[in-house]
């Protein structure tokens, strides 16, 4: 595999656009999932991906395992549980904040435990993709990161890591404390402006970009939405604007951001070019409602950068 994705999946019940979660009568079916994001992100642009994770033994586990298998993502490790597969509903409005409802709580997701890591699979991969969501849900799922993680770096696999903080799913305090640990394991960080500032307890961006430097990273990008975002290696730092874009759907976002820029760095492209290229894929994504529609495949990809390069000139 190009890139194995460990984490969670669920079933996406999306309000018709513009509508309120008060007021909505009809809900979309979509998957959903910080890493199962970046996994089909990946997976369009053409990579050879695994997502390992646990499902119920139920229809909407068979809906995420459809969907995914329809990705051409590789499902051979997923375990699946009599708990049921979590639920996220929500709405899209791309001018107020969204609102969402969560039923993950012992679910089969939740689930996930260090015995669920196969060493010999992870170690064969390029990539390992974790996110602090992961964590968040339960603790034998954080105990699951802690030795997914462990075993990538005992094989040389590189860890790229996305806090993902949830405050729905804990406390800030709790997500600073426990995904501190799983920082200072990655080797690329890929961090929201807030995320970067609260685990390294700096109120500059710039700082916190080095603390987790010092921790070990050796490729650090904190983004800040329509803002851009700001990467460094260590010896030089970059800005990357945002690819303007009408937004439909901003939830996912970040994850595009994953997905591309990973595609990128495993195509061998330099850190200022792979910044590029996850702007016009999370620009793409927020483009279409749910969490993955929006997703481009390479050829969509290269055509957008482009018609990008075209319009700067």
Not at 77 to 87: E, F, Q, S
Not at 194 to 216: K, N, Q
Request: aromatic share 4%; glycine share 10%.
């Amino acid at each position: 595999m190009d890139v194995v994705a460990f984490g969670e999946a669920m079933v996406l019940l999306l309000a018709d656009p513009g509508r309120s979660l008060r007021t909505a009568e009809t809900f979309r079916r979509s998957v959903a999932g910080a890493e199962v994001n970046v996994a089909v992100g990946m997976a369009r642009l053409g990579h050879a991906v695994g997502w390992v994770g646990v499902l119920g033994e139920d229809a909407f586990g068979d809906v995420v395992l459809r969907s995914l298998r329809a990705e051409g993502i590789d499902l051979s490790r997923v375990r699946r549980d009599p708990a049921p597969t979590g639920v996220l509903i929500r709405d899209s409005h791309p001018e107020r904040p969204t609102e969402v409802l969560y039923y993950r709580r012992h679910s089969a997701g939740s689930r996930l435990a260090a015995a669920d890591v196969d060493a010999e699979y992870i170690g064969a991969a390029r990539i390992l993709h974790v996110s602090g969501v992961t964590s968040a849900i339960s603790a034998t799922a954080h105990q699951a990161v802690l030795r997914v993680v462990q075993v990538a770096r005992d094989a040389g696999v590189t860890v790229c890591f996305d806090p993902n903080v949830r405050r729905r799913l804990w406390s800030v305090q709790q997500a600073a404390q426990t995904l501190t640990e799983v920082a200072g394991m990655a080797d690329i960080v890929l961090a929201g402006a807030d995320e970067a500032m609260l685990l390294s307890g700096s109120d500059d961006t710039g700082t916190a970009a080095s603390w987790f430097l010092e921790c070990g990273a050796h490729t650090v990008v904190v983004k800040d939405g329509v803002a851009g975002s700001w990467g460094t290696d260590g010896s030089a730092t970059w800005h990357q604007p945002a690819m303007p874009t009408t937004t439909v759907d901003a939830v996912g976002a970040g994850d595009a951001y994953a997905a591309g820029f990973l595609s990128a760095r495993l195509r061998g492209l330099p850190l200022n070019r792979s910044m590029a290229e996850a702007a016009v894929v999370a620009g793409m994504s927020v483009q279409v409602a749910t969490d993955m529609d929006g997703l481009p495949t390479a050829v969509e990809r290269d055509a957008m950068l482009s018609e990008t390069r075209e319009v700067r000139r």
